[in-house]
């Protein structure tokens, strides 16, 4: 073997060094990627599980409560209020006073302490206790997407409820667990809006 070629050994070797170096970094992305994008399934499977066997402990986990209790209290504020009227003479104050009693009624239910009740309420237990597959059969229902990196959202019509607006659950990463930390209430469905025409009234033609 020539000293040329001796030389040339080490480069190869070298060379394919940084190509396995290559390919593990874009495995390791891609797996990465793959169990990120896989994670809030999994959290959204416990959660239905945790809700369907009454396994409070898990479900409490998975919650971030501050964050659930002020998403409710907009959604409860926003349906007893609704649009405000031209000719209310005291906005402010029926605004701030149906605040301040749905901000103390949902912090008096809405906490861990009562979170059974409240899936008892939401969920009734002969309803999602029927076969050994209506766990899968719920989850089938259930429509899920990224709405940002961040951010994943599940919404799924609830029994009783066909025709309101879906349950609808947002989830966030917390302390690298995701969490659902918005809760969108079954609703009914808001009534379109009928504009009135701004244009002159006709008047009717009198013949002379």
Not at 47 to 52: K, N
Not at 66 to 95: C, M, T, W, Y
Not at 154 to 179: C, D, Y
């Amino acid at each position: 073997m020539s000293y040329l070629s001796r030389m040339e050994i080490p480069g190869g070797i070298a060379a394919l060094r940084r190509q396995q170096a290559r390919w593990v970094c874009a495995g390791t992305l891609a797996a990465a990627t793959s169990l990120y994008a896989a994670s809030p399934f999994f959290t959204l499977w416990s959660v239905t599980s945790a809700v369907r066997t009454h396994d409070l402990g898990s479900l409490n986990t998975c919650l971030k409560w501050e964050s659930v209790r002020s998403s409710l209290k907009n959604q409860v504020v926003d349906s007893l209020i609704g649009p405000p009227h031209a000719d209310d003479e005291l906005p402010g104050f029926g605004e701030s006073f149906a605040s301040s009693a749905v901000s103390n009624a949902v912090d008096e239910e809405v906490r861990p302490e009562r979170l059974g009740t409240l899936i008892d309420h939401l969920v009734p237990q002969e309803q999602i206790r029927v076969t050994p597959g209506s766990l899968l059969g719920l989850l089938g229902r259930v429509h899920m997407h990224f709405t940002h990196p961040g951010v994943f959202e599940a919404s799924v019509i609830m029994p009783g409820h066909e025709n309101e607006t879906p349950l609808r659950l947002q989830m966030r990463i917390h302390a690298f667990q995701w969490k659902i930390d918005r809760v969108d209430l079954p609703a009914p469905h808001p009534q379109p809006l009928i504009e009135a025409s701004a244009g002159p009234v006709p008047q009717p033609v009198t013949q002379p």
